[in-house]
């Protein structure tokens, strides 16, 4: 076993001395670091593309062996995939789409079909040294369509994958032409990972509504699996961070640093050149507070360093042009000779200087407008060790969610920052300490190593949880055993669920009608002599005996209120005078919740959601179970959450009482028992441990087999047969 982590950069720089020859340098980022101070007893390997093209044979091999000395495996990108596929789709069309910035969309059809290409290339590449029982994490959006790519192998392998942006609302992420394509190559992996549980909620929300999936909580259940969606915020390496004023060189840089700015106050920015950042309107929140704060003029500075990023692409160099207009504008209005109101550093800076940086500021301003969890915020406070500080930080940045301890802006507002700004500066040194001093705590214990074992422990447990819910798919071994118990059996009971087990469920119940191959092969199952066929639903009597009136079998309906023995129906359980009570509020919910509908039976009301909105139907459902709790309890009626269902139903009767009727006749040397439903494991609880219960479908169960859906139950009823 090992971890084989995909991402679309590996984490290095490669360099090129004079005569030739590569030297490896590992990078400093925050995924590198969280990675590598990760204790497992496992080989960790690194697949991604090395940032550089290689087209001379011989230079590459030389690259590849100075790689493999530290476990990393280049997937080498030309020019075109680079400006397609990096800079045209990841860029152009889903780093905005995901920040929430649809107008800077920029699509091109050839863009997607670089993604496909070289997501395709990725999985070819690490399929060369994945193998059976290996643990693969794959890294952000560049990546989507792998962690499917890799599940069509069929290896038995588990596969992670983690969202480092947001995950826009599913009213923005239906824009995308390739949703469900994307969508589903996520669903490749066994746990999808993300920041915040609310890009969590709006990635399950966009699986509900575009691949109408069932997902409870946090699983989405498909045809032979469970796939787990969770929050895991990232850290940093707190203590690099804490103890950096330690190293001389650091500590000279602080002093050095606070020496150049003067003896102000002094407002800290870091960001890399993107709209995303928020940079423009930040500095207009400072020239506002500059403006209608006299006072603080030549008392504080904003310290900007932006790093290059991209300033090749339109959209960046225009951004860039104007953030240098706007600083000279400000600095040129109100500088005097011995102060500067911004310092602008358009460069990338070593940890060193910025752990030098954050210690000496008074305030660091993190305000992206939208942002995946912004580790700058975190870096900060980590570095201030003891000393007072105050973080203002946008609500809009995943970190928002665990730092609220700071001031938190809304960073389209350039009024709220200039305010924030202003309560910031003036904040007494015991509550700045005090309060930076609980947001470390926060922070020192969520570090990014903290946050891998996190996914990775998680990641083990989805895997288990699957394997034993494989467990139960019945494999030919299985089948082998039950056909041949069937065989050498004299006396057989066949207890059968209809709907999600016979037939799929359709939008109109009334039209899952049973096709003329289900009444055939029922026929044929109940001429044999050796069984007794029952057909165990929660449909009313008249459908049944419509459907299945004319067949030698046993029917039972209303989950077992009614049944139907040598052509007479009997009854278990009296009909109900349905409260006016309880009739007013699940029609008053059906009249609120589009297409909805009402079911009344004589000893059950049901309440049909199979089509209505996912969103809307969560809020509907505890409105109506909160409803009906008192005026239920007061008459003994159960309330039961089935398959697209909320059912009123009599406690006297379930299909665990009717299944204990029809063994209290006879006794029997094979029973089977198939069902999809939450009504279905009171039979399956009923019945003795030698039975064969199947479950339909991914929830789990008492069952002690499951198939994933009706057509198999057919096919298995056939070989049942042959």
Same mark, same amino acid.
Request: aromatic residues 10%.
């Given at each position: 076993?090992?971890?084989? &982590? ?22 400093? @980022? @925050?995924? +590198? ?6 204790? +497992? ?43 397609? !596929? ?58 989507? =369509? *792998? ?47 993300? $920041? ?5 909620? $709006? ?7 575009? *691949? ?110 104007? &953030? ?44 992206? =407008?939208?942002? @995946?969890?912004?580790?700058? #915020? ?12 105050? =973080? ?7 970190? #928002?969610?665990?730092?609220?301890? #700071? ?17 910031? *500066? ?47 798919? &019945? ?19 066949? &207890?059968?669920? /209809? ?27 109940? %001429? ?34 009614? !049944? ?44 049909? /959601? ?17 409803? *009906?709790?008192?005026? %239920? ?39 089977? #028992?198939?069902?999809?439903?939450? +009504? ?40 049942? =047969?042959?």
């Amino acid at each position: 076993m090992k971890l084989v &982590i995909i991402s679309n950069r590996l984490p290095l720089k490669i360099s090129k001395d004079g005569n030739g020859r590569h030297s490896i340098v590992p990078s400093e @980022g @925050g995924l +590198t670091t969280g990675l590598d101070s990760l204790k +497992t007893s496992v080989g960790k390997y690194w697949v991604g593309w090395p940032g550089m093209y290689v087209e001379n044979p011989k230079e590459k091999e030389a690259i590849n062996q100075e790689l493999l000395k530290h476990n990393f495996y280049p997937v080498y990108l030309s020019p075109r995939q680079i400006e397609n !596929f990096y800079e045209g789709y990841c860029n152009s069309v889903l780093w905005p789409l995901c920040h929430y910035f649809f107008s800077y969309i920029q699509y091109d059809n050839k863009y997607w079909e670089a993604y496909k290409e070289i997501n395709a290339l990725f999985c070819a590449e690490a399929l060369k040294i994945i193998e059976p029982d290996d643990i693969v994490w794959i890294q952000d959006y560049q990546l989507m =369509l *792998l962690p499917q790519m890799l599940r069509e192998n069929n290896l038995d392998i588990s596969i992670g994958y983690f969202h480092h942006i947001p995950f826009p609302s599913y009213e923005l992420f239906r824009t995308l032409s390739e949703r469900a394509d994307i969508l589903n190559g996520l669903l490749g992996a066994d746990l999808i990972g993300f $920041h915040t549980h609310d890009y969590m909620r $709006h990635f399950i929300s966009a699986v509900y509504r575009v *691949l109408k999936l069932d997902c409870h909580l946090d699983e989405i259940y498909l045809e032979d699996r469970v796939v787990n969606v969770d929050a895991f915020p990232m850290g940093i390496n707190y203590d690099m961070f804490y103890n950096a004023l330690d190293n001389p060189r650091i500590s000279k840089k602080a002093q050095k640093f606070r020496s150049d700015f003067g003896d102000g106050k002094l407002i800290l920015s870091v960001d890399r050149l993107d709209y995303s950042k928020g940079i423009l309107i930040r500095l207009t929140s400072f020239m506002n507070f500059l403006e209608n704060n006299p006072r603080y003029r030549k008392n504080v500075s904003l310290v900007m360093i932006v790093a290059p990023s991209r300033d090749h692409v339109g959209k960046y160099a225009g951004l860039k042009d104007e &953030i240098d207009k706007t600083v000279g504008a400000i600095n040129a209005k109100y500088r005097t000779m011995n102060w500067t109101p911004i310092y602008y550093f358009y460069r990338s800076y070593p940890f060193e200087d910025l752990a030098a940086f954050y210690h000496v500021s008074d305030i660091a301003l993190v305000t992206p =407008l939208r942002d @995946g969890m912004n580790l700058v #915020a975190k870096e900060y406070l980590a570095a201030k060790r003891d000393q007072p500080g105050v =973080l203002i930080l946008s609500e809009m940045a995943g970190a #928002a969610n665990e730092l609220s301890d #700071a001031i938190i802006v809304n960073p389209n507002n350039a009024r709220d920052m200039e305010n924030a700004i202003k309560q910031a *500066l003036e904040m007494p040194v015991e509550e700045q300490i005090q309060t930076m001093s609980a947001l470390q705590e926060i922070v020192s214990v969520q570090t990014v190593s903290q946050w891998a074992k996190d996914f990775l422990d998680e990641l083990k447990s989805v895997k288990e949880k699957n394997r034993h819910l494989q467990r139960k798919n &019945i494999i030919e071994p299985d089948f082998d055993d039950i056909k041949k118990a069937y065989n050498f059996s004299r006396n057989r009971l066949l &207890i059968l669920d /209809y709907d999600g087990t016979l037939v799929n469920f359709q939008d109109n119940p009334l039209k899952a009608t049973p096709p003329a191959g289900l009444l055939d092969l029922l026929e044929k199952l109940s %001429c044999d002599s050796k069984n007794r066929i029952e057909i165990c639903s929660g449909r009313n009597k008249n459908i049944l005996e419509k459907w299945f009136g004319h067949l030698p079998i046993g029917l039972s309906a209303e989950h077992g209120v009614y !049944f139907k023995e040598d052509g007479i129906w009997h009854q278990q359980a009296p009909k109900i005078e349905w409260d006016d009570e309880i009739l007013h509020i699940i029609m008053r919910i059906t009249k609120r919740t589009p297409k909805s509908r009402i079911e009344i039976k004589d000893t059950a009301i049901v309440w049909h /959601y199979r089509n209505v909105d996912p969103w809307l139907v969560n809020m509907r459902i505890t409105q109506l179970i909160d409803a *009906l709790i008192t005026p %239920c309890s007061r008459s003994n009626l159960q309330i039961v959450k089935g398959n697209k269902i909320i059912e009123v139903k009599t406690s006297e009767v379930n299909k665990g009482i009717e299944t204990e009727r029809l063994l209290s006749e006879k006794k029997y040397d094979f029973i089977l #028992a198939m069902g999809d439903d939450t +009504t279905d494991e009171d039979m399956f609880r009923a019945l003795p441990a030698n039975a064969y219960t199947i479950k339909i479908g991914e929830h789990y169960t008492a069952a002690r087999y499951r198939l994933s859906e009706p057509v198999y139950v057919i096919e298995f009823l056939k070989k049942l =047969l042959s």
